[in-house]
């Protein structure tokens, strides 16, 4: 039996950090296929709902590519890549030494599952946090550490954007739904999440409002919380 998993980028646990197969350049920087895909309509609705100056921090930053291609095109916004993984993280320094422009940091170590975010802690209060595939490709212990991490984090005013597939109120696109049984097929504490039934309440205890969602390509969502 051959594993499905073989060539893609493993975590310590043996599981694979990216469902996908990710390119390397000479210099270090990551490329992800599906980030090629929708980097700019992740980049044009990130630019029409969250600010475009201050101080952003991103979660689960994985190539590097979103902040680079959002703060080229952003010059009043400053961006802190954040992974947990280390290889990820070399290619956020890459690309980070790549940009014309020195307005990208980090890489920090943040793993939202831990009741402290270690140096992403001292640079609060962020004006934004930015979040996409992840919260899917995860334990939903770390949505819950995502979204309490934004509360206590976040200024008053601040926006969290969480860009992915949802489930709404139990309904699922039928793509969605395959998906998510993969996702569970390959551990089953991860899956699709409901926005409605699994992330609102979440982010009503966190002091989070929703602001807005926007329909993405692949029946994919672009989700923006406020704080209050």
Not at 108 to 128: F, I, K, R, S
Request: hydrophobic share 40%; with cysteine; net charge negative.
């Amino acid at each position: 039996m051959t594993d499905e998993n073989a060539t893609y980028q493993k975590a310590e646990s043996g599981q694979p950090l990216a469902l996908e197969k990710r390119d390397t350049t000479e210099d270090g920087r990551r490329f992800s296929p599906s980030i090629g895909r929708n980097k700019d309509i992740v980049r044009d609705t990130f630019l029409t709902v969250m600010p475009k100056q201050g101080v952003i921090l991103e979660i689960a930053s994985g190539t590097g590519e979103h902040g680079a291609h959002i703060t080229s095109a952003a010059p009043d916004l400053t961006w802190t890549y954040s992974d947990i993984d280390p290889a990820s993280q070399a290619s956020q320094a890459a690309w980070r030494a790549h940009e014309g422009h020195d307005r990208l940091y980090g890489p920090l170590t943040v793993d939202t599952t831990a009741a402290h975010w270690g140096e992403a802690e001292d640079g609060a209060p962020w004006g934004g946090l930015f979040c996409a595939n992840m919260i899917h490709i995860a334990p939903f212990a770390a949505a819950e550490g995502l979204i309490a991490g934004a509360g206590r984090l976040l200024r008053p005013g601040g926006r969290l954007m969480i860009y992915g597939p949802f489930a709404r109120e139990g309904e699922i696109a039928p793509s969605n739904a395959r998906f998510s049984e993969d996702l569970k097929r390959r551990d089953p504490s991860w899956g699709v999440r409901d926005l409605d039934l699994d992330i609102l309440p979440l982010a009503a205890q966190s002091g989070l409002d929703l602001v807005k969602t926007v329909d993405m390509p692949a029946n994919n969502l672009s989700v923006i919380f406020e704080r209050r």
